[in-house]
């Protein structure tokens, strides 16, 4: 793979600092080319394009520094060099009018600051004890795979006469959707822009892993929902997901339904991720530690092998024992602050 690099006045000194000979500074449609001729024998390096400064220069955009920043995060995460040239116009146009998408982009950087820092500072004896742990969940995982593929082959072996038929060709190791539950409510009005940045990295984590991206965003009820096929970018969901508002209470079992029920359409797939966004008390949280919601939630585990985030907005409110099928929880309490 050829490196990227950016063309500047300080990386030109340096290489004529340590070269003879005679240089030549070209420039063409995919970046720029150096040619050095030392003793009669031509050495040619070429120098692609930073791919947003291209996207700037394509566009002619006047930006900030600021600005700059929060384009190259969208850049690297929503894999904007995949849209049109229409598309990317439409992009940049809404990025420039939508304070909300800049805000966004905003609190995504300063989470990304706060991630690295926190790992920076982790004594190395915790960072092999991650490595280790990273060991663990591979096989963990990988032992999941073979107990869905044998349970996948159980249920599609056919017998005609004294033949058993294997569908061994249909028998893949697939990743399952990444689902997000977003709450979209009075109480958490104050928290949407932070949510949704939080939602940002995982249009590339679905790219990068080829899975669906589902956004659900509920109140009492589900209003919409949009699917992002393996990660890619669709400008008009996207829009309507970040301009996407709604006012009243949370219920959380009809969204964990419609969870359920997006799960009986991938079922050729043997994991899927669900990640809660929620302010931590929805008015019908009693009922998840019912029978019915228990059986609904246990066979959401056992038969999709469902793994449960929640993301609370605060640690207070977060009430533990109805939130009791979550395999991790986390708070965003200093992060709003």
Known sequence: MMKSYRITATLLIKIASNTTGIIVLSKNNFGYTIDIIQKNVLWRCCFVKDAVESLIEKFALALTSEQHDFLRFFYDNLHLEELSDKEQRIFIDYFYKSETLRNMAAFALELADIMREMCENIPAIEQAERLTNGKEQRLYYERKWQIARR???????????????????EYKKELGPIIICLEQTTGMVAYSDLCKSMILPFFMIAHREGRDLYIVPYDCQIHVHYRFENGHLNLCDFKDFIEYKAKGDAAILPVLHFVKGLLQENQHCTEADIIIFTEGTPIDGQHLVGKQAKTMLDEMKRKYYAEFLVIAMHEQKFNEQQFWFANKAFFADDAIQ
């Open 151 to 169: 349970q996948k082959l159980k249920y599609q072996i056919t017998k005609k006469g004294n033949i058993l038929y294997v569908p061994f060709d």
